[in-house]
């Protein structure tokens, strides 16, 4: 099919339905696959700005609606010079109309992707979201064409629902009245994938607020024009599910927030050395090391999980840190640690060690599409290998030290993964350690510091940046700011080498945070991160911190409380506080 449309024709307007045309300023049509991001014409976007002007103007001397603001909006939406939408839209211009959004909003879906439950899913989740407050229900005595937005025309060019790293999440969305003036279909949002599909309904739910006045949803600024893509392909959230156990539902109501920042992956760091949680059914003795029996993940848990995610347009990263941080391995099978008194890292001298992570890889490449999978290597002591006899003969055979040891590890279990078709992820003591050793295809990911991803693309890596010092969630010092002024490409200057950071992620480390505190220990500093990932420098560069960063945040932390999930207040200098006294959520 050739690219469809947002615009009709002037002539025969037809407002039930916005149909392709064949000849269309904004997208020239052709009949090659559509780009990875929506070709506009440059001149487009004033031609688009002026029509939409002129129809608004010619809309209020001809038509007045019955449904308008009666009391003035809240002061967030008097300022014209702030743009509540988090994370911020890589181009966007608007307006200063506001529209009154129909309760019976209904959704027109075209394009190769049109039979899309994903988007379809999408749109009622949003409806439900955006309609909070009216119910579904009308104002008395108003009809549907009392509302200057009806319904959203979703135009998605692929069929293609598979999720992978990259994939194309960019989109347009213009935003207008119709009535029988406007060349536009009141909202339009057109994509390449659902996964673009997918954030531009997060950023029209965004421009939706609900007017305590008219008892109305509206949208102030109107008409809207936006373009927008990511900035990097891989935007982060850990979580450690080994340290507290999270049911899956805690985990799925983070995936959920996860996607109001339009963050994309979930790195599910399962397993550690104090708990073995999840199922697997070559080994099934494996999860003894599980705290109780009640704290577990079956497959089909586990299934589920990754599911609920895709959903979402959110990839599942699985962890399992080896050789250390696996002392729960050897509850079910001690023969995994080198003795009873040296019970980390796993023993590198047995075959059947080897065999068992083959196995645990096995069984989670059937769940986990995901194209990366991580495999940990960090913080290995290998000082008790040298005082095992078993393991010391061993290294002795083959005139090995620790260090050496510890390198076939991570080497071995890089094989491994490759063989069952995935890209390794290694945390950044591999590469401190042996990096020319690595096997060329992983990537490396930083933690201790700044200064490792410089490093890492210079050899060719890719590089995941999650500097602790600004983007670990557990160091309850780190305000908002701070994770906001982070620059994942940390000088690098050379283009080639900037598209070797693939992108970065936020940690939340569960030592001190389980399912009562961490949605408060996630949020809000992680949406600071989330727009760093998502908007251009140029767009959000870090100099607008204290212009206009900070009043958009307190915005999105209101959006998500309202939303349901527990997130703190922006401003407080010790993370997950309760509030210091008395005041609005729009000033804490």
């Not at 064949?22 to 929506?38: A, D, G, Y």
């Not at 985990?251 to 697997?280: C, G, R, T």
């Not at 620790?402 to 490759?418: G, L, M, P, R």
């Not at 399912?515 to 100099?543: C, D, F, G, M, Y």
């Amino acid at each position: 099919m050739g690219k469809a449309s947002f615009l009709h024709s002037p002539k025969k307007p037809d407002h039930s339905l916005c149909t392709p045309s064949e000849v269309n300023p904004l997208f020239p049509s052709s009949s090659k696959m559509p780009p990875r991001f929506p070709t506009i014409n440059p001149k487009s976007l004033h031609y688009l700005v002026t029509i939409l002007s002129i129809c608004l103007h010619l809309t209020q001397l001809i038509n007045s609606r019955t449904i308008r603001t009666v009391n003035s909006p809240s002061h967030l939406s008097d300022d014209s010079s702030i743009t509540y939408l988090w994370p911020l839209p890589s181009e966007f211009t608007s307006g200063n109309e506001t529209l009154a959004v129909d309760p019976e909003l209904s959704i027109s879906l075209s394009g190769n992707g049109a039979s899309s439950v994903i988007v379809r899913e999408a749109f009622a989740r949003y409806k439900t979201l955006i309609f909070k407050h009216v119910g579904g229900s009308k104002l008395g005595g108003t009809s549907n064409s009392d509302y200057d937005v009806r319904k959203v025309t979703v135009i998605v060019h692929s069929d293609d629902e598979e999720l992978q790293l990259g994939v194309d999440e960019s989109y347009t969305l213009l935003v207008g009245k119709n009535n029988g003036l406007s060349i536009i279909c009141e909202v339009a949002i057109e994509a390449n994938t659902v996964y673009g599909a997918l954030r531009g309904l997060e950023t029209f739910s965004q421009l939706c607020g609900f007017d305590y006045g008219t008892k109305t949803v509206q949208i102030y600024k109107a008409p809207w024009f936006i373009k927008d893509k990511p900035r990097f392909e891989f935007r982060g959230l850990l979580l450690d599910t080994s340290r507290h156990y999270y049911p899956i539902d805690i985990i799925k109501q983070i995936i959920e927030s996860m996607s109001y920042a339009k963050l994309n992956v979930l790195h599910w760091h399962i397993i550690d050395e104090q708990s073995f949680p999840l199922e697997v059914p070559a080994y099934p003795k494996l999860w003894k090391g599980a705290y109780t029996k009640w704290e577990r993940y079956t497959v089909e848990d586990a299934s589920e999980i990754v599911n609920f995610a895709k959903m979402r347009g959110i990839n599942v990263m699985a962890e399992i840190d080896v050789p250390g941080h696996a002392e729960s391995w050897g509850t079910g099978y001690p023969d995994l640690w080198p003795s009873s008194s040296c019970r980390e890292p796993l023993d590198v001298s047995k075959k059947f060690t080897f065999e068992v992570l083959s196995g645990i890889l096995q069984d989670m490449r059937d769940i986990f599409p995901f194209e990366l999978f991580h495999l940990g290597g960090d913080e290995v002591n290998t000082d008790c290998w040298k005082y095992t006899p078993s393991v010391k003969q061993w290294l002795q055979e083959r005139n090995m030290t620790e260090k050496d040891a510890y390198q076939y590890f991570v080497i071995k279990a890089q094989e491994i993964a490759i063989s069952k078709n995935w890209t390794p992820v290694n945390w950044e003591e591999t590469f401190n350690t042996f990096a020319e050793k690595l096997n060329p295809k992983t990537v490396v990911h930083n933690w201790l510091g700044p200064g490792v991803c410089p490093k890492a693309v210079a050899q060719g890596f890719k590089c995941i940046y999650s500097n602790q010092g600004v983007w670990y969630l557990d160091h309850l010092d780190v305000t908002w700011d701070g994770f906001y002024n982070a620059e994942p490409l940390e000088g690098i200057t050379d283009s080639v080498k900037q598209k070797l950071v693939i992108g970065g992620e936020v940690c939340m480390w569960s030592e001190t945070a389980d399912p009562s505190n961490v949605q408060q220990t996630i949020w809000p500093r992680a949406a600071a991160a989330a727009e760093r990932l998502w908007t251009s420098k140029e767009a959000a560069p870090i100099s607008n911190t204290s212009a206009t960063a900070l009043t958009r945040l307190h915005y999105f932390r209101c959006l998500l409380t309202r939303r349901g999930v527990q997130a703190s207040p922006v401003t407080n200098m010790y993370a997950r506080n309760p509030p210091y006294g008395p005041g609005s959520c729009y000033d804490q």
